[in-house]
């Protein structure tokens, strides 16, 4: 299991790579990119921030959970966090499976539960000039401590 945040660009074939056994009929890869543009605006890019630490925590558990859940061999999920440009890849999952079905749930089960429980947050940057933390995405402010 690999569950990493990182500032680097993301490597799908070492991804692929790490999680392919032998004993696998399917590796299966999932990459979101930046896209050019959201809601009828254009996009020039846009950043990510993290909590890093609790972010791969969570990762890790979501990989667990769904391990655990279908019948999958190794999987490995990498987000980027930074500045990203149109057409970087800002999250991918490589799912290993005996069968492919299992690796299709397995994946889209990671990524629509990292979308909702791991600390990561989006700010769009448009062509205007204008940058819009995206909806559910707002980063929590620092408590008074």
Request: hydrophobic content about 45%.
């Amino acid at each position: 299991m690999y569950c990493v945040i990182t500032a680097a660009p993301i490597d799908i074939l070492e991804m692929m790579q790490h999680v392919r056994r032998d004993a696998d009929g399917a590796v299966l890869l999932f990459s979101g990119v930046v896209r050019d543009h959201d809601g009828g605006r254009p996009v020039t890019g846009l950043r990510y921030e993290a909590y890093a630490e609790m972010a791969s925590q969570k990762l890790t558990g979501i990989c667990k959970d769904v391990s655990a859940q279908f019948e999958i061999g190794d999987i490995a999920v990498v987000h980027r966090i930074g500045e990203l440009a149109v057409g970087e890849i800002s999250v991918a999952i490589a799912v290993a499976a005996p069968h492919r079905d299992a690796a299709f749930k397995a994946s889209r089960e990671v990524i629509e539960r990292l979308k909702r429980e791991v600390p990561i947050w989006k700010r769009e940057r448009y062509a205007d000039g204008e940058e819009v933390w995206l909806d559910g995405t707002i980063p929590n402010p620092p408590t008074a401590g």
